[in-house]
T-cell receptor, first 111, second 114 residues
Framework: GIQVEQSPPDLILQEGANSTLRCNFSDSVNNLQWFHQNPWGQLINLFYIPSGTKQNGRLSATTVATERYSLLYISSSQTTDSGVYFC?????????????FGKGTTLSVSS | DAGVIQSPRHEVTEMGQEVTLRCKPI?????LFWYRQTMMRGLELLIY????????DSGMPEDRFSAKMPNASFSTLKIQPSEPRDSAVYFCASTPTGTSTEAFFGQGTRLTVV
């Protein structure tokens, strides 16, 4: 099956710093989403981005489907950005539309 | 819409007991998914439904696990009998059919089997 690899696994930042999280996937995908799991365990939708670039406030994401990777940019990080960031893909060759998750990047932002 | 609604939020039960987790998907969504999250295995797909019909249950770990979707607005995941290794957070998600297949997750049920 498709492999989804996220890097780095852990990231520690000072408040105000910028960061880039990466998601590599091993096969073509119909869909790619980025989620933030906050310290309370909720999975928050950040981006639905099978291709192209999107921005939402301090966050932006870019997916280059032909090269099988996606990047999540966090600018001017805040302590509330702490948590785990997941990339999830819906493989092109899979019947149906279930998301396969990477292992996540754990982000800790300190003040 | 209130989003995907799961209940209960927390469940503590004794080994051997039956556990039933519930999910109400977003109205109009055709797909419903059950995921399990553990430290060891991360987020893994257990089963999913399309138009109330189970499509892929290959992720269901054992026969002790079963899931149903009797109608478009309700699904259950049942574990009978429960074991301590079933302790995890169980998420339900739904997604529409069409151009945008963005998935939305419920708040999860944290299950502890003692």
């Amino acid at each position: 099956g498709i492999q989804v690899e996220q890097s780095p696994p852990d990231l520690i930042l000072q408040e105000g710093a910028n960061s880039t999280l990466r998601c590599n996937f091993s096969d073509s995908v119909n869909n790619l989403q980025w989620f933030h799991q906050n310290p309370w365990g909720q999975l928050i939708n950040l981006f639905y981005i099978p291709s192209g670039t999107k921005q939402n406030g301090r966050l932006s994401a870019t997916t280059v489907a032909t090269e099988r990777y996606s990047l999540l940019y966090i600018s001017s990080s805040q302590t509330t950005d702490s948590g785990v960031y997941f990339c999830a893909v819906d493989p092109f060759n899979q019947a149906g539309t279930a998301l396969i998750f990477g292992k996540g990047t754990t982000l800790s932002v300190s003040s | 819409d209130a989003g995907v609604i799961q209940s209960p939020r927390h469940e503590v039960t004794e080994m051997g007991q039956e556990v039933t987790l519930r999910c109400k998907p977003i109205s109009g969504h055709d797909y419903l998914f059950w995921y399990r999250q553990t430290m060891m295995r991360g987020l893994e797909l257990l089963i999913y439904f399309n138009n109330n019909v189970p499509i892929d249950d290959s992720g269901m770990p054992e026969d002790r696990f079963s899931a149903k979707m009797p109608n478009a607005s309700f699904s259950t995941l049942k574990i009978q009998p429960s074991e301590p290794r079933d302790s995890a957070v169980y998420f339900c998600a739904s997604t529409p059919t069409g151009t945008s297949t963005e998935a939305f997750f419920g708040q999860g049920t944290r299950l502890t089997v003692v």
